[in-house]
């Protein structure tokens, strides 16, 4: 059996179809427990409408990890499903999560994410195509948690966990994990077993309101750090649990928001505040348009939008050109687009010879541009 656990806070609109879809389960068996952290519209009522088709819990507002924690505790399937109160789970969804959880080697099985809108209409997308699979034990032990070797995963509704993992890792840290609680599981399963990827099984709805998207860049930063010494922390006792040794030093320094936190500081320290800086990555690491009170360019741009990938060094250099010429006065390259310096060999040149070098070490690469 499945156990499907469905938290909700404020999310009336869409609950009642979030229950329909774990209860509307063909050829497997779930179980569907309901946790409302302390909603202040109309959910309880529309919660409390499925009788006793589902387990329901209405409490106080305490965040999501102590929501999914109380689910947990109440659960009893062979294997877990945390589906987000906005999202739908597909009526097969049970019978394939059993099927792919009956291997006790996998401790965690995953799927691309179909997503739709606010009206449930198919957007015609799939969320986290790239996704990790396979024993990346060996990945987690060297590298640490969070690093290229072991991700990407998708969100909580595109994850279902063996009862035996959450075992070993359950509770999650309700001080760190207010928000965002998926990150903790999915950041340690690659530490205890191996990663199935499968065929979708539930649909990812994108409606404005997503919590993931309303988290300012600063705080997410100050999450993630915490998340990641809670993962270095969790994932030494996963290795311990393994028998496996694991480096004492800069274990886990390859994690993305790590990375990102140095770039920040390396901007910080050397930009004044109020510059511009042109930023050569596709992501632009989530800054969105300034760094601590120094505006991001991203770079190259189109009507002050990320333009994509240099089609080739023509474009690179005309677009550094007219930095110089509008008197951009840094540029910066982050470590997700150093594959510009072997792609676009003669842009690479201009910026090491042309232009002033003020630091270039594993994460960022930053120039001095200079008149044109």
């Given amino acids: 059996m499945i156990s499907v656990i469905i938290t909700s806070f404020n999310y009336e609109r869409f609950i009642a179809e979030a229950i329909a879809s774990a209860l509307d389960q063909r050829g497997g068996q779930a179980e569907v427990i309901v946790v409302d952290d302390g909603s202040t519209d109309g959910s309880p009522e529309v919660i409390e409408s499925f009788g006793d088709r589902v387990t329901a819990v209405?409490?106080?507002?305490?965040?999501?990890?102590?929501?999914?924690?109380?689910?947990?505790?109440?659960?009893?399937?062979?294997?877990?499903?945390?589906?987000?109160?906005?999202?739908?789970?597909?009526?097969?969804?049970?019978?394939?999560?059993?099927?792919?959880?009956?291997?006790?080697?996998?401790?965690?099985?995953?799927?691309?994410?179909?997503?739709?809108?606010?009206?449930?209409?198919?957007?015609?997308?799939?969320?986290?195509?790239?996704?990790?699979?396979?024993?990346?034990?060996?990945?987690?032990f060297a590298e640490g948690p969070l690093t290229d070797g072991t991700m990407p995963s998708p969100p909580s509704s595109g994850n279902a966990f063996a009862r035996w993992f959450l075992e070993e890792v359950m509770p999650i840290p309700e001080d760190v994990y207010f928000r965002s609680p998926d990150e903790y599981l999915f950041g340690l399963a690659p530490g205890y077993g191996r990663i199935v990827r499968i065929e979708p099984q539930s649909q990812y709805r994108i409606h404005g309101r997503n919590t993931s998207l309303l988290r300012p860049f600063e705080k997410q930063l100050s999450f993630q750090l915490s998340h990641h010494a809670t993962m270095v922390r969790e994932g030494r006792r996963a290795a311990e649990r393994a028998g496996v040794s694991v480096a004492q030093e800069g274990w886990g320094a390859g994690a993305w928001w790590l990375r990102t936190a140095h770039v920040v500081e390396t901007v910080e320290e050397l930009i004044p505040a109020g510059a511009e800086l042109a930023l050569g990555d596709e992501t632009l690491l989530g800054f969105g348009t300034e760094i601590r009170g120094r505006t991001v360019l991203p770079f190259p741009a189109d009507d002050g939008e990320w333009a994509g990938n240099p089609v080739d060094d023509e474009q690179a250099l005309g677009e550094l050109a007219r930095l110089r010429e509008e008197g951009v006065p840094y540029i910066a390259i982050a470590w997700p687009a150093f594959w510009w310096f072997d792609e676009y060999p003669r842009f690479a040149r201009a910026l090491t010879e042309e232009l002033e070098l003020i630091v270039r070490d594993g994460d960022l690469a930053l120039f001095a541009v200079g008149a044109g």
């Fill in 58 to 140: 209405l409490g106080a507002n305490r965040g999501q990890a102590a929501a999914q924690n109380t689910g947990y505790r109440l659960s009893s399937g062979d294997g877990v499903i945390f589906l987000d109160a906005d999202d739908l789970l597909l009526p097969g969804a049970a019978r394939r999560v059993t099927e792919a959880l009956a291997d006790p080697e996998v401790a965690k099985v995953h799927w691309t994410l179909p997503v739709i809108d606010a009206q449930g209409r198919d957007a015609g997308i799939l969320q986290d195509r790239e996704l990790a699979e396979g024993d990346l034990r060996p990945h987690f």
